[in-house]
């Protein structure tokens, strides 16, 4: 069993920034991929960032590219999405998730990870 538990969100101004925390328990988190994904109300999950477990590839939605950046410390098992430049359109729930297989490609898609945290609320005002 892996547990996520995220942290950092928040109320923040358009153009302001946040960093998010997601901290795993257990002792191979440094052989799991991560990702962040977020929903808005009345949206689907969708992904946002993931990165590789060992650091090495990142992949980003376009719709934060430039303006998120994800990395891990795996001597403390947590990964963190570092938002600037914040938009009204980025308020969501961010959960972060882990890949345990980690096979391929970084994961992009809800169905390729095995567990979840409770997520954060991200809230930004115009």
């Known amino acids: 069993q892996v547990q996520l538990v995220e942290s950092g969100g928040g109320l923040v101004q358009a153009g302001g920034s946040l960093r998010l925390s997601c901290t795993a328990s257990?002792?191979?988190?440094?052989?799991?991929?991560m990702g962040w994904f977020r929903q808005a109300p009345g949206k689907e999950r969708e992904f946002v960032a993931a990165?590789?477990?060992?650091?090495?590839?990142?992949r980003y939605a376009d719709s934060v590219k430039g303006r998120f950046t994800i990395s891990r410390d795996n001597a403390k098992n947590t990964v963190y999405l570092q938002m600037n430049s914040l938009k009204p359109e980025d308020t969501a729930v961010y959960s972060c998730?882990?890949?345990?297989?980690?096979?391929?490609?970084?994961?992009?898609?809800?169905?390729?990870?095995?567990?979840w945290g409770q997520g954060t609320q991200v809230t930004v005002s115009s």
């Open positions: 257990g002792r191979t988190f440094s052989s799991y991929d």
């Open positions: 990165i590789r477990w060992s650091a090495g590839r990142t």
């Open positions: 998730a882990a890949d345990t297989s980690a096979m391929g490609s970084v994961a992009v898609t809800v169905r390729e990870y095995d567990y």
